[in-house]
């Protein structure tokens, strides 16, 4: 479970990073949007959660490929920007992945200037 700050809500890295990822949609079997939240501690991979990279979970997303549309062109280079704002953003970075089960969640958590950040989102893989 994540420690989440519910009394630091807001902040400039935190609002960029909710303004970069509105309406972006991790695609697995299944779409599933970011949750942008502050965390009262850095906490490790729990049990059943294993470290990731960053590009493990985003690099598809944020990678043209010759045959994407215009839309799906601007879609991705969203996607890179999200990708280039947390990695400029967040320092001692830190991914997580559930192991079990069909829906697995992913915690992107990093250190900023104004606390501790975690982006969540889900998976879908069968």
Same mark, same amino acid.
């Given at each position: 479970? =994540?420690?989440?700050?519910?009394?630091?809500?807001?902040? %400039?890295?935190?609002?960029?990073?909710?303004?970069?990822?509105?309406?972006? =949609?991790?695609?697995?079997?299944? $779409? %599933?949007?970011?949750?942008?939240?502050? =965390?009262?501690? &850095?906490?490790?991979?729990?049990?059943?959660?294993?470290? /990731?990279?960053?590009?493990d979970i985003l690099v598809y997303s944020a990678t043209p490929q010759e045959w994407h549309t215009e839309e799906d062109?601007?879609? +991705?280079? !969203?996607? %890179?920007? &999200?990708?280039? %704002?947390?990695?400029?953003?967040?320092? *001692?970075l830190r991914v997580c992945k559930s192991t079990e089960g069909g829906q697995k969640e992913i915690w992107i958590i990093? *250190?900023?200037? $104004?606390?501790? +950040?975690?982006? !969540?989102?889900?998976? /879908?893989?069968?």
């Open positions: 479970m =994540l420690p989440v700050d519910t009394q630091h809500t807001e902040g %400039a890295v935190i609002s960029e990073l909710r303004q970069l990822s509105e309406g972006l =949609l991790l695609l697995s079997e299944s $779409e %599933a949007p970011f949750e942008i939240m502050a =965390l009262t501690a &850095f906490p490790e991979c729990s049990e059943g959660m294993e470290a /990731v990279s960053l590009d062109k601007a879609v +991705v280079a !969203r996607f %890179a920007a &999200f990708k280039t %704002a947390i990695e400029q953003r967040l320092q *001692n990093g *250190n900023s200037e $104004e606390g501790i +950040v975690c982006i !969540r989102t889900t998976v /879908v893989e069968t």
